[in-house]
């Protein structure tokens, strides 16, 4: 049985978690990588396979909005290094068309997630304190202080455990920062604070001191005990995270602990799922590993980029490298050979790994395989042939990935001029060069002027790759190219009858 209905079954099966609400989070603080559409694809998986068993369910995914920016990109610095430490959402928008910094990262990966099929409903943490949705939990855990420093330190061992740290930050009233504000008193009513100067290692306070409501927007929880508050004020039933949330002492032993010894509130389902990895290491905006998520749609087609990180179990990580030669090219087949599984009635998980990928209604992907119209797209007057095979859509990927990722040994283009590389060419070369331009009065398909291709080197007794080595060294001044017969066939006659006829004079 495919992982997203495994799970699905499990969470049915045990009658714990009504009703079912699939809920996730990401913090919109600058453009992310591909890796982080894991997390919002594999809830979306199980969403839409706890749909197809009959139960009424919600998905919504968080914007962290109300997180402050703590680092920026180099890109980024000189103009937004004096908003460290100041909330996403009062932060100016990087382009036009925006409130705030926080609404244009929030957007840009929400388009993302839409163009690839993710139903959820999207929510604002910003908009959520504001309305004083949070209101309630903040008081918890404010009258709850000790008892949250004194699990820290049970489960983490962490040194938050002092005397007199209360579990919330308020946005300072004189200068907007909400990083390096620490509260350091609750009177059930109003919270005191200082905006500390040195709280952080990356942003100043200014060292005002004041006493504020920490309602209604006011102020916000630290993330570990925000996770778990998030869950109660919405009812959230089912969520996962990161491995790395679920190791021993982490943020996931935490919050596990706060529902139950701070908010009475029942533990949601875990899903600590694996990541995205390139050469063993895990994708990362601040590393520089892997793609934008914003550029996935550029580099695959939507139901491919599903496709990618769905058919792996959630449990298990995921190699991907854009710059290795066969990454994207086997991603290609491995989808193909989903959807003969799924068209053909074969291998159960691998049907329904094709048919999770789907954005509309499943349709069969082109027969042809990827590698081989990465040639043809290379090749002069192919258009009508990529046409004729319904290649026109993967035909646009295979040439970003020509562009963008296809090492030099798999580029080629026709040279205008007699290439050097002729030199070397034996008499018998030429001489299979010779009979090949005097072929091409008839009409061929690409296959069988391969094969001829390979008779005429046999009857000179040259091998293979000594005939095929006298086409690529006289057409693109290489030792090695794509398929020689449709090569051929995809230029102007008369040029390549001139070149051969050149050669053998």
């Given at each position: 049985?495919?992982?997203?209905?495994?799970?699905?079954?499990?969470?049915?099966?045990?009658?714990?978690?009504?009703?079912?609400?699939v809920?996730?989070?990401?913090?919109?603080?600058?453009?992310?990588h591909?890796?982080?559409?894991?997390?919002?694809?594999?809830?979306?998986?199980?969403?839409?396979?706890?749909?197809?068993?009959?139960?009424d369910?919600?998905?919504?995914?968080?914007?962290?909005?109300?997180?402050?920016?703590?680092?920026?990109?180099?890109?980024?610095?000189?103009?937004f290094?004096?908003?460290?430490?100041?909330?996403?959402?009062?932060?100016?928008?990087?382009?036009?068309?925006?409130?705030?910094?926080?609404?244009?990262?929030?957007?840009?990966?929400?388009?993302?997630?839409?163009?690839l099929?993710?139903?959820?409903?999207?929510?604002?943490?910003?908009?959520?304190?504001?309305?004083?949705?949070?209101?309630?939990?903040?008081?918890?855990?404010?009258?709850?202080?000790?008892?949250?420093?004194d699990?820290?330190?049970?489960?983490?061992?962490?040194?938050?455990?002092?005397?007199?740290?209360?579990?919330?930050?308020?946005?300072?009233?004189?200068?907007?920062?909400?990083?390096?504000?620490?509260?350091?008193?609750?009177?059930?009513?109003?919270?005191?604070?200082?905006?500390?100067?040195?709280?952080?290692?990356?942003?100043?306070?200014?060292?005002?001191?004041?006493?504020?409501?920490?309602?209604?927007?006011?102020?916000?929880?630290?993330?570990?005990?925000?996770?778990?508050?998030?869950?109660?004020?919405?009812?959230?039933?089912?969520?996962?995270?990161?491995?790395?949330?679920?190791?021993?002492?982490?943020?996931?032993?935490?919050?596990?602990?706060?529902?139950?010894?701070?908010?009475?509130?029942?533990?949601?389902?875990n899903?600590?799922?694996?990541?995205?990895?390139?050469?063993?290491?895990?994708?990362?905006?601040?590393?520089?590993?892997?793609?934008?998520a914003?550029?996935?749609?550029?580099?695959?087609?939507?139901?491919?980029?599903?496709?990618?990180?769905?058919?792996?179990?959630?449990?298990?990580?995921?190699?991907?490298?854009?710059?290795?030669?066969?990454?994207?090219?086997?991603?290609?087949?491995?989808?193909?050979?989903?959807?003969d599984?799924?068209?053909?009635?074969?291998?159960?998980?691998?049907?329904?790994a094709?048919?999770?990928?789907?954005?509309?209604?499943?349709?069969?992907?082109?027969?042809?395989?990827?590698?081989?119209?990465?040639?043809?797209?290379?090749?002069p007057?192919?258009?009508?042939?990529?046409?004729?095979?319904g290649?026109?859509?993967?035909?646009?990927?295979?040439?970003?990935?020509?562009?963008?990722?296809?090492?030099?040994?798999?580029?080629f283009?026709?040279?205008k001029?007699?290439?050097?590389?002729?030199?070397?060419l034996?008499?018998?070369?030429?001489?299979?060069?010779?009979?090949?331009?005097?072929?091409?009065?008839?009409?061929?398909?690409?296959?069988?002027?391969?094969?001829?291709?390979?008779?005429i080197?046999?009857?000179?007794?040259?091998?293979?790759?000594?005939?095929?080595?006298a086409?690529?060294?006289s057409?693109?001044?290489?030792?090695?190219?794509?398929?020689?017969?449709?090569?051929?066939?995809?230029?102007?006659?008369?040029f390549?009858?001139?070149?051969?006829?050149?050669?053998?004079?």
């Amino acid at each position: 049985m495919f992982w997203a209905d495994k799970l699905a079954d499990t969470i049915i099966k045990s009658g714990q978690y009504k009703p079912y609400w699939v809920d996730d989070m990401f913090t919109p603080s600058g453009y992310p990588h591909i890796g982080s559409l894991k997390g919002p694809l594999v809830h979306d998986l199980v969403f839409k396979s706890l749909k197809s068993k009959g139960v009424d369910s919600k998905w919504t995914y968080i914007m962290n909005d109300f997180d402050v920016i703590d680092g920026l990109p180099g890109d980024m610095k000189d103009k937004f290094s004096v908003y460290m430490g100041v909330p996403l959402r009062m932060v100016p928008s990087p382009k036009k068309g925006f409130d705030s910094f926080g609404e244009f990262f929030a957007d840009d990966i929400q388009s993302v997630l839409k163009k690839l099929g993710v139903e959820a409903e999207y929510i604002s943490s910003w908009d959520m304190y504001h309305d004083g949705k949070f209101n309630e939990v903040i008081k918890t855990a404010l009258d709850n202080s000790e008892k949250i420093q004194d699990i820290y330190e049970k489960v983490s061992g962490s040194a938050k455990a002092k005397a007199g740290w209360l579990p919330l930050q308020v946005i300072c009233e004189k200068c907007g920062k909400l990083g390096t504000t620490k509260v350091t008193d609750w009177d059930g009513e109003t919270v005191a604070y200082t905006c500390e100067p040195d709280l952080v290692i990356w942003a100043k306070g200014c060292g005002h001191e004041g006493r504020i409501s920490p309602f209604d927007g006011n102020g916000k929880l630290p993330w570990k005990v925000d996770w778990p508050a998030h869950w109660k004020v919405l009812g959230v039933t089912i969520e996962g995270a990161g491995k790395d949330h679920s190791s021993a002492g982490g943020s996931r032993d935490i919050a596990k602990a706060l529902c139950k010894e701070v908010f009475d509130y029942p533990n949601p389902f875990n899903i600590p799922y694996e990541f995205i990895l390139i050469g063993g290491k895990k994708m990362g905006s601040s590393s520089g590993l892997g793609l934008k998520a914003r550029d996935l749609p550029e580099v695959l087609p939507l139901e491919i980029g599903r496709f990618l990180f769905i058919r792996t179990d959630y449990k298990r990580a995921v190699e991907f490298d854009p710059m290795d030669k066969n990454a994207i090219p086997s991603l290609f087949d491995d989808y193909q050979k989903a959807s003969d599984a799924y068209f053909n009635k074969g291998n159960d998980d691998l049907a329904r790994a094709f048919e999770l990928s789907q954005i509309g209604k499943p349709e069969k992907p082109p027969e042809i395989k990827f590698s081989t119209l990465t040639q043809w797209v290379q090749m002069p007057n192919m258009e009508e042939e990529i046409e004729a095979q319904g290649l026109s859509e993967w035909a646009n990927y295979a040439k970003v990935w020509v562009d963008r990722f296809a090492p030099e040994d798999m580029k080629f283009e026709v040279k205008k001029e007699l290439p050097e590389t002729t030199k070397d060419l034996s008499d018998k070369q030429k001489e299979a060069l010779f009979i090949i331009a005097n072929e091409l009065d008839r009409k061929w398909d690409g296959e069988e002027f391969q094969v001829r291709i390979y008779e005429i080197g046999k009857e000179l007794e040259l091998s293979g790759k000594e005939t095929f080595q006298a086409i690529y060294k006289s057409l693109l001044g290489k030792d090695y190219g794509p398929k020689a017969g449709w090569l051929i066939l995809s230029l102007d006659p008369e040029f390549v009858k001139t070149r051969f006829t050149q050669i053998t004079k």
